[in-house]
């Protein structure tokens, strides 16, 4: 088990819950809080709305993205009853979906200027991904180094 006790890793993780869950309330684009962003990716299975029109191409980076999101409750909620399985594979999974979710701006970049219609509740939503990864990040470090410390009785 990685050393989730250290001051640091917690605050980082503590943030990311805090920054996640205040993004669900927050404009992501103009009259779309969080939650509705998370609904209107999800669309292409669960329709929402008029959404979920888009090409395939489109649509499959909309639905990980949102997925993303029960992944990250998944991830803290096993962090916070210190059942991470693996520190590795946490920072892994981590990654992947700070980087799914850079999809959003790849989307907005792509379709012209409308990168300024992202909302600060986007921003807040990748900074909780950002600070989580780097709560990841730190733990497995601890991880790896208690690890490798040589214990009483035990040979080096």
């Keep these: 088990m990685a050393n989730q006790d250290s001051p640091l890793i ?3 993780a503590w943030l990311a819950a805090a920054a996640f869950l205040a993004s669900w309330f927050l404009p992501v684009l103009q009259e779309v809080p969080g939650w509705m962003a998370f609904r209107y990716a999800l669309a292409p299975l669960v329709p929402f709305r008029d959404a979920g029109n ?15 999101n ?16 693996r520190p590795g594979m946490f920072v892994r999974l981590t990654l992947a979906c700070l980087l799914l979710n850079l999809y959003w701006f790849v ?4 379709d012209g200027p409308r990168l300024a219609d992202l909302l600060y509740g986007y921003y807040v939503w990748m ?20 690890s490798r410390t040589p214990t009483d009785g035990t040979p080096s």
Excluded: K
């Excluded at 989307?107 to 792509?110: E, F, G, P, Q, Y």
């Excluded at 990864?133 to 180094?145: C, D, G, K």
């Design 107 to 110: 989307l907005a970049a792509r």
């Design 70 to 85: 029960v992944v990250f409750v998944i991830l803290f909620g096993l962090w916070l009853a210190r059942q991470m399985f």
């Design 54 to 68: 888009s090409s395939w191409e489109d649509n499959v980076p909309h639905v990980l993205s949102a997925l993303t």
């Design 10 to 12: 917690r605050v980082l």
């Design 127 to 146: 900074a909780a991904f950002a600070l989580f990864f780097a709560a990841a990040v730190l733990t497995a470090f601890a991880s790896r180094r208690t």
